[in-house]
C-alpha cells in the first residue's frame, strides 16, 4: 500500500480564506460603457458541462457561432471567428496581423480609443499619423480624404462607436476612398455590434473586431474579429515574405489552421480555447437572432430616444448634439455645472446598486456621465430607473431640474 503523502517543507504562506470568506460578490445594474448585465440565459449556458476544446461537437459549435456572428455583423466573410480574449485581444490581433514594419497607419482620433489604436499600432512598427477632430465630434469625408492622400497610409482606422464619447462616425463613401488608394479599412465596432445597425460588407470594411460584454451581453472573454478578401491578402503576402506576426498567441497564420480549416483538413491546436466563454457566445447570438438583428436595433433606437427625453425634460444635455451622430447603445450626459461627478457615480452605486461610467482622459473627464442601455439592459424600465436615481444623486448637490418631482432628502 502506498504510504501517506508528506509534505517535505513547512508551508509559510498561510491559507487565507478565514480572512476573505466564502465568495459572495455585489450585484449591480450595470449602465455604464461595459460590461452590461448579461442575458440570464447566457449565464446558464456558461454553467453547462464543459467538453474538449478539440472535440468535434466544440468545433461544430464554434461553426454555429460563426454563422451567427457574421448574420449580426452582415458579412460574408470567411475568415469571421471568436479570439480567446476580449475585444482588446481582437483589437491587437487585427494590429498585428495587418501591420508590417513601417506600414503607415492613419488613425482618427475623436476619443480615447483613437489614442489607443496609436499607441497599439506603433508598438508593431508603424508609423502612426492623426486624424484629430474634437472629442465627440465626428470626421467628414472630405476630411479623411484629405488625410489618406496626405499621408498614403496603408491602413486606415477608423471608430464607429467610439465608447469614450458616444459618438457615431458616418461610413458612406470612406470604403470607396481606402480602394481608390491601395488602403485597408480596419473598424472599431466594439460599442455598436448587436446594438447599431452594421453593414461590414455593404460598407466595404476589410477588417472589425468587437467584444462582447456590451450590446452581445455576454460576459468578456472571448471577441469577435473578422477578416474581409483584401486583409487576407495582406496576411498571406505578409506570411510568404516570411514576416513573422510579432504575437505568437494572436498570430491568426496558426490560429486559422484550427478553426478556418476546409474539406476536412484535420485541426491543428493551438491553443486551449475558453470553452465555457464559447457556450456563452453561441447563446448570446442566439438570442439576437432570435429577436431578429432589425428588431434588435430597432429596441435600441427606441431606448435611446426614450431616455435623450428624459435628460432633455430634466435639461441635462448630451455632448453630442446631433442625434443622427449619437450612438444609441451609449449615451454620454454632460456633468451639470458645480457637480462632482464621481460622487454621483459613487451614490448611484452604493444606494442603488446602479453602475454608471464618468469621463475618460484629461478632455473628459469629470465633464460628462457614460450611461449604456446595450443589449439586455437596452429597455425602457431600465433607462427610466437610471434616469430617475440620477437625478435623485444630482439632487443631493443642489442641483435642481427643469422637471423632476422627486425631492430631496432634506425636503419637508
Known amino acids: 500500500m502506498a504510504s501517506a503523502y508528506k509534505a517535505s517543507l513547512p508551508l509559510k504562506i498561510e491559507n ?30 456558461m454553467s453547462l458541462p464543459q467538453v474538449g476544446h478539440m472535440d468535434p ?11 451567427l456572428l457574421k448574420y449580426v455583423w452582415q458579412t460574408e466573410n470567411l475568415f469571421t471567428l471568436p479570439v480567446s480574449g476580449t475585444g482588446s485581444a481582437a483589437w491587437e490581433a487585427a494590429v498585428a496581423n495587418l501591420t508590417s514594419p513601417g506600414d503607415t497607419h492613419l488613425v482618427c482620433v475623436n476619443g480615447y480609443f483613437g489614442e489607443r489604436h496609436c499607441d ?27 488625410g489618406i492622400k496626405k499621408h498614403k497610409p496603408q491602413i486606415l482606422w477608423v471608430c464607429y462607436a467610439e465608447t469614450s464619447t458616444g459618438a457615431r462616425q458616418p461610413m458612406e463613401g470612406i470604403a470607396d476612398l481606402c480602394r481608390a488608394n491601395d488602403c485597408l479599412l480596419m473598424l472599431d465596432t466594439v460599442t455598436a ?55 505568437w498567441y494572436l498570430d491568426m497564420t496558426m490560429i486559422k489552421k484550427y478553426l478556418l480549416t ?89 444606494e442603488f446598486r446602479i453602475e454608471i461610467g464618468g469621463g475618460l482622459g484629461a478632455a473628459l473627464a469629470g465633464k460628462i456621465f457614460r450611461i ?28 435642481k431640474p427643469k422637471a423632476d418631482p422627486l425631492p430631496r432628502d432634506d425636503a419637508p
Not at 480572512?19 to 448585465?37: E, H, S
Not at 478578401?229 to 505578409?238: D, I, N, Q, Y
Not at 456563452?280 to 430616444?305: C, P, S, Y
Open 262 to 350: 476546409e474539406a476536412g483538413a484535420p485541426r491543428v491546436y493551438h491553443h486551449t480555447a475558453p470553452i465555457s466563454m464559447v457556450y456563452a457566445f453561441r447563446e448570446a447570438l442566439t438570442i439576437i437572432a432570435e429577436e431578429g438583428l432589425e428588431q434588435t436595433w430597432t429596441r435600441h433606437q427606441d431606448t435611446a430616444e426614450f431616455f435623450w427625453k428624459l435628460m432633455d425634460d430634466m435639461g441635462l444635455e448630451m455632448l453630442v448634439p446631433e442625434p443622427s451622430e449619437r450612438l444609441v447603445s451609449l449615451h454620454t450626459v454632460k456633468v451639470p455645472a458645480g457637480i462632482d461627478a464621481a460622487a454621483v457615480i459613487k451614490l448611484m452605486r452604493e
Open 16 to 45: 487565507p480564506v478565514a480572512k476573505i470568506g466564502t465568495f459572495n460578490p455585489a450585484t449591480r445594474l450595470l449602465c455604464g460603457p461595459g460590461p452590461g448585465n448579461a442575458n440570464p440565459r447566457v449565464h446558464a449556458a
Open 120 to 146: 497599439m499600432a506603433a508598438r508593431y512598427g508603424a508609423k502612426v499619423c492623426r486624424l484629430d477632430r474634437t472629442w465627440g465630434e465626428v470626421f467628414t469625408l472630405a476630411e479623411i480624404e484629405e
Open 57 to 67: 461537437s466544440f468545433i461544430a459549435i464554434v461553426e454555429d457561432l460563426k454563422q
Open 193 to 247: 455590434i448587436g446594438g447599431v445597425p452594421l453593414y461590414l460588407d455593404a460598407w466595404g470594411v476589410d477588417c472589425s473586431y468587437a467584444g462582447t460584454q456590451k450590446c452581445l451581453s455576454c460576459p468578456p472573454g472571448v471577441a469577435p474579429l473578422t477578416f474581409g478578401p483584401r486583409a487576407l491578402a495582406k496576411m498571406e503576402a505578409r506570411e510568404k515574405k516570411g514576416e513573422k506576426v510579432a504575437n
Open 372 to 399: 449604456g442601455f446595450m443589449g439586455y439592459n437596452s429597455r425602457r424600465e431600465v433607462a427610466l430607473q437610471v434616469a430617475t436615481a440620477l437625478g435623485y444623486a444630482l439632487k443631493q448637490q443642489g442641483w
